[in-house]
């Protein structure tokens, strides 16, 4: 089993930065990959950023060239650097594990942009 603690949501005025900590623990070297995915009232659960074991990183087209995905060696901690926020990035963002045959989710930290 694996837990997920995510922090580092508030509230940030168009065009700034917020820093998301996602803090791993239990069963962490069974990780294969870990993601920020993020909700929007009303809409879908969408993958924002993901990053493999073995470093190799994807993103949203909407979230390319703005946010950065980055992990320490030990999965420990995946962050989720995001700059030049916009209004249309307000959600609330989940951090989430995949590990063989399970994956698991934090209980999310929301972000809200104002224009």
């Known amino acids: 089993q694996v837990q997920l603690v995510e922090s580092g949501g508030g509230l940030v005025q168009a065009g700034g930065s917020l820093r998301l900590s996602c803090a791993a623990s239990g069963r962490i070297a069974s990780i294969n990959s870990m993601a920020w995915y993020r909700q929007a009232p009303g809409k879908q659960r969408e993958l924002v950023a993901g990053i493999s074991r073995g470093g190799r990183t994807n993103y949203a087209d909407s979230v390319k060239g703005r946010f950065t995905i980055s992990r320490d060696n030990a999965w420990n901690t995946v962050y989720l650097q995001m700059d030049s926020l916009k209004p249309e990035d307000t959600a609330v963002y989940y951090c989430?594990?995949?590990?063989?045959?399970?994956?698991?989710w934090g209980q999310g930290t929301q972000v809200t942009v104002s224009s």
């Open positions: 989430n594990a995949d590990l063989p045959f399970f994956e698991y």
